[in-house]
């Protein structure tokens, strides 16, 4: 049986008290969760010892808990309020850290660009009076979801879908025409090198093949409305092959107007290809912006594909990195295609 040296033996919890505490355990994180357990641990005939080894506290420790969960029962369980400084980042400083965040530096004066620790702490000297290390900046930037990463490149087309487009799309939901999405990718021997796990201390190696330089190309058509993706391996990048894959758009699709939205890559725009599309007007070139991968979805695609097949892996050979292409993208459904891609939040599709 256990016992209670600090006396009341044991608690003999009522159903009620012990759901009580099962629900505290599953919502208190950290230590307030680990004392509600020890509670129904010592109450289900645990000794205090036992509950002491088990959770790498002292024997004191266990004892201190039970005692204030019989005076306060779930509150005793709370750690009390220590005394101690005043915190510097009160209510007020946390809203101008907020406020100082939605500006540029530039707006104060200042000649750097953009937000860093050390200057907001001489920022914030002068505008609160208060002296704070960049270590308390530091934890009040995360307790308002601030973190530090690196930002992207915009054209500032983000959002701007062009009007042609908009046509096509609507021309497609209604069965009159279809509206494809198009992009290349280029895979090398070389491999693709992406995150994982390694221990620190240590950086994993991945092989260099000798012809690092093989490469060949995946053309790809993604059909935003249906989450249908046509694909072809060629051997590069040009108009010969481009007006190939063309071709065969047009035989997958013999009866319907073809809007195809490609980048303005030199191969998409040569005069090859111009005299091919003045010879077959049911298939129409649609032109993205330029610099506005973020309009296409196909480009999720790619990286998908990459990590998939290339990533932190060694070929030697070109031919088994292909293979493995054609099997990740014929076993690719049609819902894994639009949710990969991105395509029904990018193009506003709805099914």
Known sequence: MATDSVGGGRLELSDEAKEALRKFQRMEKGRIGVRALAILWFDAGMTEEEIAELLGV??????????????????????????????????????EINNT?????????????????????????????KKISGETIRRALHRQRFAFRRPKLWAGHAGEMPEEISKALKEAKKGAAVLLYGD?????????????????????????????????SVFGALN???????????????????????ERLLSAHP????YFVVDRASYHTSKKVKEWLSKHER??????????????PVEPLWRWL????????????????KCGCREQLSD?????????????KIVGVTN
């Open 306 to 321: 990459k990590g998939e097949v290339a990533a932190n892996r060694t070929y030697n050979d070109l031919q088994p990195l």
């Open 101 to 129: 965040m939605k500006s540029d530096p530039t707006d104060f004066g200042y000649k750097i660009g953009f937000w860093v620790i050390p200057l907001l702490c001489l920022h914030l000297l002068s505008v609160t009076g």
């Open 255 to 258: 009866d319907k107007i073809i």
């Open 58 to 95: 002292s024997v004191r420790t266990v004892r201190r808990w039970i005692s204030k969960y019989r005076k306060d029962g779930l509150g005793g369980l709370y750690d009390k309020e220590r005394s101690g400084r005043p915190r510097k980042v009160d209510e007020k400083v946390e809203n």
């Open 332 to 344: 690719l459904t049609h819902e894994d295609a639009l949710k990969i891609t991105g395509a029904l």
């Open 224 to 246: 935003t409305v249906s989450g249908e993706l046509f694909w072809e391996i060629f051997d590069r990048k040009n108009s010969d092959y481009f007006i190939i894959f063309l």
């Open 184 to 216: 290349e990718t280029t895979l090398h021997l070389l491999p693709v090198l992406r995150r994982m796990w390694m221990r620190v201390g240590e950086q994993a190696k991945i092989l260099t093949p000798s012809s690092w330089n093989k490469a060949f």
């Open 283 to 296: 298939i129409r070139l649609v032109y993205l912006p330029p610099r506005s991968p973020q309009l296409n």
